[in-house]
């Protein structure tokens, strides 16, 4: 019996740290779109906010598993919410973009005024 929890608790801290790593390509994705529209903050939080209740239980049990498993997870969604607060602030306060002639596949007009 005592394989066989040594194996579970190996297999638990490897599927903690996968499911953490699982956060990565949304992070690098709102990195290189530097756009975090399509994220909901509201979901990662809510992740997140479980993640901090296990670790703390996992700390309270003194299941080293589980403490690597949500550390893991807590951040990735960290790095998450972080990117998606930082371009969707950049989003915000970025002044509107005026379209000219050219933006919108126009030629312009002969006068030289790009905006007709």
Not at 33 to 38: A, G, K, Y
Not at 53 to 76: D, E, T
Not at 80 to 102: D, E, G, M, Q, Y
Request: avoid cysteine; aromatic fraction near 10%.
């Amino acid at each position: 019996m005592a394989l066989f929890d040594s194996l579970i608790a190996w297999l638990v801290s490897v599927v903690g740290v996968a499911t953490g790593a699982a956060y990565i390509p949304q992070a690098l994705r709102i990195w290189k779109r530097r756009s975090s529209d399509d994220v909901s903050i509201l979901t990662y939080a809510l992740f997140l906010g479980g993640q901090i209740i296990y670790l703390v239980y996992g700390i309270r049990i003194r299941q080293w598993p589980l403490i690597i498993g949500m550390s893991a997870n807590i951040i990735g969604s960290v790095a998450v919410i972080f990117s998606a607060l930082r371009f969707r602030a950049s989003t915000i306060s970025a002044p509107p973009h005026s379209s000219t002639a050219l933006d919108e596949g126009r030629e312009p007009r002969a006068d030289g005024d790009r905006t007709g």
